[in-house]
């Protein structure tokens, strides 16, 4: 029988320690993780490991005290997952640059990044194009670390959601002019 009902009482559970918690955790997600991976060249052998991996990086971050959900667990496991297995085949040198999976899965916000990392000079460019208050929304978010709540009371918002949803629109508009950009570079 499971105990806890939504992803927060099951956060809950875990950082109290409880067992139950984390064999919930661990069985409830893995079939989508291991589709993922045996579809796109792995084995069942590989998505142990890399599910394995995922659980213990999130376990690590729940038991933090900086940690912060913005999405339900199953994206959150599914980017981890992903990111590990993309590592993993192009150590491997088996990626081509094609991968079978769902995007819209995958939150732009958990990729942003990743996408820093790779082209600094080009989001840093696509960043200060974007306008305010944009511009400051994100910084604040990604790069200053502030929540939400934070947020919504720097900017006049009306609660955290409406910031998140703003925070949303100023990320597709940032998401538009890297990719624009990145596409007349090439």
């Known amino acids: 029988m499971n105990l806890y009902k939504s992803d927060q009482e099951l956060i809950e559970g875990i950082k109290k320690g409880d067992n139950e918690a984390l064999r919930i955790l661990y069985k409830q997600y893995y079939g989508s993780i291991s589709h993922f991976i045996i579809n796109n060249n792995g084995s069942y052998d590989d998505a142990k490991d890399v599910y394995q991996e995922s659980i213990i990086i999130f376990y690590e971050k729940i038991v933090g005290d900086v940690f912060e959900l913005n999405c339900k667990i199953g994206t959150f496991l599914y980017s981890i997952c992903r990111r590990i297995w993309l590592r993993k085949l192009a150590d491997k040198s088996k990626y081509t640059g094609s991968i079978e999976d769902f995007e819209s899965f995958l939150p732009f916000e958990e ?7 790779e082209n600094y000079t080009s989001m840093e460019s696509s ?5 305010e208050p944009c511009k400051t929304l994100i910084e604040d978010f990604y790069i200053n670390n502030l929540t939400m709540i934070s947020i919504s009371e720097k900017f006049g918002y009306t609660n955290a959601d409406n910031a998140k949803n703003q925070k949303y629109k ?11 950009t990145n596409k007349n570079e090439n």
């Open 170 to 180: 100023c990320l597709m508009r940032l998401k538009k002019l890297y990719f624009s």
């Open 127 to 131: 960043l200060s194009s974007l306008g």
């Open 111 to 117: 990729s942003i990044e990743e996408y820093k990392e």
